[in-house]
């Protein structure tokens, strides 16, 4: 039997004036599937995503999508020190966005998808 699919989905509306970190809980052990991340504006915002002991453990630095494209990341994209992108229940998950890259264009409403397997 294949285990529950959670759909996650955060939006930051307004321009970024700092970068961002949003944390949760796993209510149960699985994997990740798939993310995906876009800001409404040409931007230069970048992405990392793992475990709060390794925020980059599940993907590291990665561009974002523009003008409501967004960039879509999956198992060809995790870590190579995770290629699963397997979490354990009771970790801590983070999504941490650089909301302008090194000093460029900041984020416009950010949204950011994730699709999370149980088992």
Not at 23 to 34: L, M, Q, S
Not at 40 to 55: A, E, H, P, R, Y
């Amino acid at each position: 039997m294949q285990g529950h699919r959670l759909v996650i989905p955060f939006h930051v509306p307004g321009t970024l004036a700092a970068d961002l970190a949003i944390y949760w809980t796993a209510c149960f052990d699985g994997r990740i599937k798939h993310i995906s991340a876009v800001g409404s504006n040409s931007n230069n915002g970048l992405l990392i995503f793992g475990i709060s002991t390794d925020t980059s453990s599940i993907l590291a630095s990665a561009s974002i999508g523009d003008s409501n494209a967004p960039v879509e990341f999956d198992v060809d994209n995790w870590a190579t020190t995770n290629p699963t992108g397997a979490f354990s229940k009771g970790q801590i998950l983070v999504a941490t966005l650089d909301h302008d890259g090194a000093g460029g264009t900041a984020t416009d409403d950010f949204t950011l998808v994730i699709t999370a397997l149980e088992g």
